[in-house]
């Protein structure tokens, strides 16, 4: 992997850079589209494409209990088994894990859990983790870590951050000890953990920085606290990772999270809300987001948005999206996702776009302000 810094904006630090993989070239900042089981749900591999996504997110829990990385192995490798042509990260199941409150035992060695699909028995350990990650084959791969809840006592945070920089140390030792498998570089980016607890998150990451890893995320945000206590924490938190290196703030989020991070020197983001929102009737536009099923727009044969430019935004009307959701048709959940991955995917465009001519923070506010004030549901 290697990531090129092109241009850091002189008011504020989002920066414009590239991102070289071994499946292509990637512009940052950028969006991945969340794949987590192999596939963008409701889009097939070259809609994904088309929609301008340079590289999708998929999951190495999920994928670990089905179909099985032994599956998947066989293949060729995740890009083989799904014919996916963009990059691919795959997130570790950390917080997949840690979500299974009920089913899980942590100790220092790693995670005792069972299977939220059958109740089968397993162990993760960040070693288990990297293997796992090996076969599946992403071009970057996230290390195992403790994700703890955002609401947890201060002593249960310390804990994790222990335990995450633990186990970052013995992933990058399992990582000089293996190769990759399927003919192409990997990459291990490392997980910042701390809360909203300033010298917590400090500490993890400057250890993690001592460590050389490839790039960083951002982790353990965007789950319950208010958008400006996760502004500050990514404030705080790019402070301290290195200029030369990518930062991803994993899990985020709007519209307006994305262009309030990237001001704040993020260059990755994933989220399922454009994916996940459009299969529910809701769509993104720069005038803030419509509820398709709503009867307003029965009779209304304008474009979704005329300044997404995306297949579904071009060729079909608010009336005839209206019409496949009420009517309960597959057509509209394929059309709404396209139209909404298009339109996260041309937003982060044109802030690169903007850092580039120099007029990110004019742009953001015009683009804040407008989504706002024309926001069906603010």
């Known amino acids: 992997m290697k990531f090129t810094l092109e241009k850091t904006d002189a008011r504020s630090k989002a920066r414009a850079g590239t991102l070289q993989t071994g499946h ?88 005792h859990f069972k299977s939220h699909i059958d109740g089968s028995a397993h162990f993760f350990t960040p070693e288990k983790v990297i293997e796992i990650e090996r076969a599946i084959g992403p071009d970057i791969m996230m290390v195992f870590d403790e994700c703890p809840p955002s609401n947890a006592e201060r002593e249960v945070i310390e804990r994790a951050v222990r335990r995450t920089i633990a186990w970052a140390h013995r992933s990058m030792e399992k990582l000089a000890t293996t190769s ?59 402070d301290i990772l290195p200029v030369e290196k990518p930062r991803y703030l994993m899990g985020v989020g709007t519209p307006l999270d994305l262009v309030e991070s990237i001001a704040r020197g993020v260059d990755l983001f994933d989220c399922v809300l454009p994916t996940r929102n459009a299969r529910n009737g809701q769509l993104f536009t720069h005038d803030g987001k419509m509820n398709i099923s709503n009867a307003r727009w029965k009779n209304d044969f304008s474009p979704i ?24 048709e597959i057509l509209g959940l394929t059309l709404a996702t396209m139209h909404n991955v298009a339109f996260y995917e041309q937003l982060v465009r044109e802030a690169r776009a903007k850092i580039l001519e120099g007029i990110y923070l004019e742009w953001a506010a015009a683009f804040k302000e407008r989504y ?4 069906e549901n603010s």
Request: proline share 3%.
């Open 372 to 375: 706002l004030k024309n926001n």
């Open 180 to 238: 990759p498998i399927h003919g192409y570089e990997q990459s291990l980016f490392l997980i910042v953990q701390g809360g909203v607890h300033r010298d917590l998150r400090e500490r993890c990451a400057r250890e993690l920085v001592a460590m050389n890893a490839e790039g960083y995320a951002i982790g353990g945000l965007a789950v319950g606290e208010p958008n400006e206590v996760m502004y500050m924490v990514t404030d705080w938190t790019t």
């Open 305 to 328: 948005d005329e300044e997404t430019d995306s297949y579904a935004s071009r060729n079909f009307s608010k009336a005839y999206l209206a019409h496949l959701f009420n009517s309960s």
């Open 24 to 111: 292509g070239v990637i512009s940052t900042p950028t969006f991945m589209p969340v794949g987590t089981a192999a596939t963008v749900k409701a889009l097939t591999p070259k809609q994904v494409v088309e929609t301008g996504a340079q590289m999708v997110l998929a999951n190495a829990y999920h994928l670990y209990l089905r179909p099985g990385t032994e599956v998947i192995a066989k293949a060729g490798g995740i890009h083989k088994f799904g014919n996916i042509e963009t990059s691919v990260l795959t997130d570790s199941g950390g917080y997949q894990v840690y979500s299974l409150t009920d089913l899980r035992k942590t100790t220092d060695e790693g995670v």
